[in-house]
């Protein structure tokens, strides 16, 4: 009796009783009321499946829309000069051992990177080199803020190295997207953000390939949940598909898309597998 006056009646008052005001059901009972149980999972597993078919529905008319569009502004290809298409050549080769394969992308997300922060905001600086001279250079603006990274994993840890030569102190985030097989649905299982995030110049999302867009999709959303604005967010890849360029584009038409070439729309992600062994 002293236990139940003690704790178990205050705690029940302070953390259970007020919930009643705010809950959406209650079932009496809890678990032996198997039958208003099974009314609610089953109310619920409709309303998902029903969302996950407008979902789908969704993206088939957005990617049909965008099939014959052009590429809008916004999708950033790098040059084909010689030296890129080269690296391309060694990294799309299936004889590439892993070893050059690795070495060729790094070189090959180092321009990516480049290519992505060259919006970034500097202003003049002069300094004094080691010989008394003076250099009038440039050094990034300190009122823009920082530049931020979001990887998508586990793809985009492929693409880090490259941004750590670019931008050694840069601050990563992570983000844990995979596609359920039995609804074709991306889910998020993790998520690691930096906290003033919405406060950053430019926000970098990488990820190797995309090719549906439902992963990338739902990565922008959750920038953009957590207040980032669409204009500030670079989504970097090695290869696009056409259709999951025009559905992220459709969807968050203010992004900014970096890639080296446009690819195929369902292409298996070998990028990742082969420059992780696994």
């Not at 059901?25 to 499946?49: C, F, S, Y």
């Not at 993206?59 to 999708?75: A, Y």
């Not at 003033?196 to 949940?225: F, Y």
Request: with cysteine.
């Amino acid at each position: 009796m002293k236990q139940w006056f003690t704790f178990v009646k205050p705690n029940f008052h302070r953390y259970v009783s007020g919930q009643r005001e705010v809950a959406d059901i209650i079932v009496p009972r809890g678990v032996e009321n198997k039958v208003a149980i099974g009314m609610v999972t089953d109310h619920i597993q409709k309303t998902l499946e029903t969302k996950s078919k407008n979902h789908q529905a969704e993206l088939h008319r957005l990617g049909q829309s965008s099939e014959d569009m052009p590429l809008p502004k916004n999708v950033i290809t790098l040059p084909q000069r010689p030296q890129i298409v080269g690296v391309s050549t060694i990294i799309l080769d299936p004889e590439t051992d892993r070893e050059n394969f690795c070495f060729y992308f790094d070189r090959m997300a180092v321009m990516l990177v480049e290519k992505a922060t060259e919006g970034i905001a500097f202003h003049s600086h002069t300094i004094t080199t080691p010989k008394g001279t003076q250099y009038h250079g440039l050094i990034s603006h300190p009122t823009s803020g920082p530049t931020s990274a979001v990887s998508i994993l586990r793809g985009g840890s492929a693409l880090e190295p490259g941004l750590r030569r670019v931008l050694p102190s840069c601050i990563t985030g992570r983000l844990l997207i995979q596609t359920n097989y039995r609804t074709g649905e991306p889910e998020l299982h993790f998520l690691f953000l930096p906290r003033d995030i919405s406060q950053h110049s430019r926000v970098l999302l990488l990820d190797p390939q995309m090719s549906s867009g439902g992963a990338a999709l739902m990565a922008v959303r959750v920038l953009v949940d957590h207040g980032v604005e669409e204009s500030k967010v670079v989504f970097v890849t090695y290869f696009a598909g056409r259709k999951g360029l025009g559905r992220l584009l459709a969807v968050f038409p203010g992004i900014n898309v970096v890639c080296c070439g446009i690819g195929q729309d369902l292409e298996r992600r070998w990028l990742e597998e082969k420059y992780l062994g696994c």
